[in-house]
């Protein structure tokens, strides 16, 4: 009995979020680190702002 997998590649999010991300890191012109802790906290905001328009 064959199993057919299939995978479904999502790349177009995560590279809205990277242009996001960068676009972040450019226009409040943030260092190194600011951008690098930026990484970590703005996905944070982002889930925090959008969780009640989801219903969670």
Avoid: C, D, N
């Avoid at 479904?8 to 190194?32: A, E």
Wanted: net charge positive; aromatic share 20%.
């Amino acid at each position: 009995m064959e199993r057919k997998i299939s995978i479904t590649q999502q790349s177009g999010t995560g590279m809205i979020w990277f242009v996001g991300w960068l676009f972040t890191v450019g226009f409040l012109k943030l260092g190194f680190w600011q951008g690098l802790l930026g990484l970590i906290v703005w996905p944070y905001y982002l889930g925090s702002h959008f969780a009640p328009a989801v219903g969670m």
